[in-house]
């Protein structure tokens, strides 16, 4: 038996309908009975998963071209403003986005659940007009079917971990880990911890551009790394990081997804959010791999951070697990005791890595090796405000 398998290898026990599958709970368990040579020479693929809120994300459209032509100015889809600064007939719809009359009741996501359901989309549009371009306004309706193209672009995806949020002040804060009580009330963190992708390969080892993924309940891609993407945070023996660090961006055909993995949300007294399910398959190279994706909760720490000032150096409380997290109850630091709940969904995530596994166990899923690994040194700075005196001298 070789020391170490290779993507080809393994997609050619794939093809084969040989390959082992199991999800990275599953992986947990079978090491535990068997151990970590074991379960080298036998599986070959782990599944992972996450299902949660992930603001950064968005949609690409193409409407095509009506006659007389119009180059779009100002775009608006049910009433949420577009991105138009692309070219003639493109528009860029971001999540978060919220309409010029609803407000936080209805944005960007909403838009993209809509034209994934089947629904008309109302457009409007207006232009300065050009002698190419000649046309200044249209009003009109769309459908997914209708348009020429339709892609989820997502900026940042999958966080590598994430702080727990809780609020020391007296009074309840609204914010997107959801509303937090005053008084320590309550902790929000939002992660499907020992089924988290980039959990189950901390350093990298398998994951990058060109990897191949379940993206809304259909294949989809890495594209790059993901803004913010900051792998140097404080990591654990473990290579688990304790805070937010590694981050994806991807791409996917909107039309092959699923509204079951991708649904709009609104959060109360903060905005509009958008709900994605994403899986990961990690092959399993080598021992190294075995360990990393047969990582538990109680192994996993996360920071404990009090929200109440606003700041981005909010008060650090301490770590904790999400075996603590996924008990409803924290212990802090201080010795106040704060029940937990979760803005991800951990049974989702569940379907999602069962899901892949099977899609891979039919032959219908193979691994991509990816074409530039990301970068482990990045490190994500903040933005200093500069007074215009300072810069424009």
């Not at 951070?305 to 909010?314: A, W």
Request: aromatic share 10%; charged share 25%; with cysteine.
């Amino acid at each position: 038996m070789s020391k170490e398998k290779s993507f080809a290898e393994i997609n050619k026990k794939i093809e084969k309908g040989e390959a082992l599958v199991l999800t990275a709970e599953e992986m947990a368990d079978f090491v535990d009975e068997y151990g970590v040579d074991t379960a080298f020479e036998v599986v070959d693929v782990v599944t992972t998963a996450t299902f949660g809120a992930m603001c950064s994300s968005g949609a690409f459209l193409n409407f095509g071209h009506s006659d007389p032509q119009i180059r779009m100015g100002r775009v608006y889809l049910n009433d949420v403003p577009a991105y138009s600064g692309l070219a003639a007939v493109d528009a860029y719809i971001g999540a978060t986005e919220e309409s010029e009359t609803l407000g936080a009741q209805y944005g960007g996501a909403h838009v993209i659940e809509d034209l994934l359901s089947g629904k008309e989309v109302h457009l409007y549009a207006t232009s300065k007009g050009t002698d190419c371009y000649p046309r200044k306004e249209i009003d009109t309706y769309i459908s997914l079917e209708e348009i020429n193209q339709a892609y989820l672009f997502n900026p940042r995806n999958c966080y590598q971990n994430y702080w727990v949020a809780v609020n020391s002040s007296d009074r309840i804060i609204y914010t997107y880990m959801g509303p937090l009580y005053g008084n320590y009330g309550n902790a929000s963190y939002s992660s499907a911890g020992q089924l988290s992708p980039l959990l189950n390969d901390p350093y990298y080892r398998t994951i990058g551009i060109g990897t191949r993924i379940f993206l809304g309940g259909a294949q989809g891609y890495i594209a790059w790394e993901g803004t913010q993407h900051n792998p140097v945070r404080q990591r654990r023996e473990n290579g688990t990081p304790v805070a937010a660090a590694g981050t994806l961006a991807v791409i996917g055909d909107l039309r092959e997804m699923s509204r079951e993995y991708i649904r709009a949300a609104s959060v109360k007294n903060y905005g509009v959010t958008l709900y994605v399910g994403i899986g990961i398959p990690i092959p399993i190279l080598d021992k190294e791999m075995v360990k990393y994706t047969s990582v538990r909760d109680k192994d996993i720490h996360v920071t404990v951070v009090d929200y109440s000032g606003g700041s981005r150096n909010n008060p650090v409380l301490g770590t904790v697990t999400y075996e603590e997290l996924r008990s409803g109850k924290i212990v802090l630091e201080n010795g106040r005791e704060v029940p937990t709940a979760p803005l991800s969904s951990l049974n989702k995530a569940r379907k999602i890595a069962l899901e892949l596994k099977e899609w891979i166990k039919r032959g219908e899923f193979f691994l991509e090796e990816p074409v530039q690994y990301l970068s482990r040194t990045r490190e994500f700075r903040p933005l200093e405000i500069r007074k215009a005196a300072d810069v424009y001298v």
